[in-house]
Every structure is written in C-alpha cells, then in structure tokens.
C-alpha cells in the first residue's frame, strides 16, 4: 500500500502541471484567429503596417455584393473534406482514435477557426468595418462563437476557447463514420465536406445580416 501511494502521489502531481483542456483550446482559438486575420490582411498583422489609405466604400454595397457564401462554403468543404481524408488515412487501424481526436481537436478546428474568423473580416471589411484594433478583433470571435451556438461574450481568450470547443462538438459525428471498414476514410470525408461548407455559409449568412444592419445604423445617424 505504501509503495502504491508512493507511485500515486508523484502521478498525479504530474497531472496537475497538464494544461486543462481550456487552455489548450484557447490556444488553439487564439492561434486559429490569427491566422485567419493574418491571411485576409498580412501586411497589419504579420509586419504590423498600417495602410495611410483605407479603401472606400461604394456606395452600391448593398447591392453588388461578392459571393461570400459561395466562396467560403466551397473553402469550408474543400479543407474539411482533405482534412478529414488525410486524418482518416493515416488513422486507420489501432491508431483511428488518436489521430481522430488530433485532427478533429487540433489541426481541423484551428483551420476551421482560422476560415471562420477570415470570412467574418472580409465580410466586415466589404462594409467598410475592418478588423483594426483588439475590440474589433474580439468582436469578430463574438460573432463566429454567437454563429456557432455559444454566448458570444467575455474577453478574447475566453471567446477563442470557447470557438474551437464549439467546433469539436460540429466536427464529432464524423469521427464515427470513420470506423466503417474499408469506406471510412472517405465517408469522413465527404460528410466533413458536407457539415464544413453548411457551416460557411451559415458564419457568412450571419456576418452579412450583422455588418448590413451595422452599416445601415451608421448611414442613417450620418445623414441624420
């Protein structure tokens, strides 16, 4: 017996010094965020320039709108569907629920957050609402967490976090289809096809009403 909690105690000092769960998931939101911003505007976040000119707005934006949804819904399907191809591959056999668990919590969710977090930006810069200072950035992961079921408050790492939590649970009933023999692989893939670009085109939808109605508000205080 003494020997056993010799062996206990030091095991589970070990496990204290673990990063919980949320942290690794604020990580992950945090570092899926910033590449996201850094892709749709590299010069302000990976060389820290400010542009001296913003692009101006036209004034038909409301009606010569780009095709978010459908650029980013086939974005969505073409990365969940390689991803869930590529993890399903190299997890087949005894190793499916390990690089399940990977791909799914880790590599799958930060490109998703990454996508996700672009497709808000771009949209919110179209309308004139570039992602320029922390708040706005903040804001950003607000909508997407909102977008994904969550509360979309609390500060940014709490928001990160809770974005990649949210999409394990989205990315969860893929990793099923897996374990059917011999067609798993592809199964996950094309379901992750499917349930990624569903959920662009929802983050877009969402994005549009949000930054329409945004941007209706200031007009009309403007002209007022």
């Known amino acids: 017996m003494t020997a056993f909690l010799a062996l206990v ?6 496990l204290r010094t673990l990063p919980r769960p949320a942290d690794l998931a604020s990580a992950a939101g945090a570092a899926g965020e910033w590449l996201g911003h850094a892709t749709l505007d ?17 004034e038909d934006v409301l009606d010569a709108r780009p095709a978010f949804g459908r650029i980013y819904a086939t ?8 991803t869930g191809l590529l993890s399903g591959v190299l997890g087949v056999g005894r190793w499916a629920p390990v690089v ?5 919590l880790g590599i ?18 179209s309308y004139g609402f570039a992602a320029r200072t922390d708040e706005d950035r903040t804001a950003v992961l607000a909508l997407v967490a909102t977008t994904l079921g ?22 969860g009933p893929t990793e099923l289809v897996r374990f059917v023999p011999a067609v798993g692989p592809v199964l996950d893939a094309a379901l992750g ?4 670009a569903r959920l662009l085109a929802r983050v877009v939808d969402d994005a549009e009403r949000h930054y329409r109605a945004r941007y209706l508000s200031e007009r009309t205080l403007a002209v007022a």
Request: glycine share 16%; charged share 15%.
């Open 42 to 58: 590299p010069a302000r976040v990976v060389l820290g320039r400010e542009p001296t000119d913003e692009p101006a707005v036209d």
């Open 75 to 82: 974005v969505g399907a073409v990365q969940a569907g390689a």
């Open 150 to 171: 969550g509360a979309g408050e609390g500060d940014h790492r709490h928001l990160a976090g809770l974005v990649v939590m949210r999409l394990s649970v989205h990315r």
């Open 9 to 14: 105690g030091p095991a589970s000092g070990w």
């Open 100 to 104: 399940g668990l990977l791909g799914a």
């Open 108 to 125: 799958d969710s930060l490109l998703t957050t990454a996508t996700c977090v672009r497709a808000v930006s771009h949209v919110g810069a």
């Open 193 to 196: 096809a499917f349930l990624g």
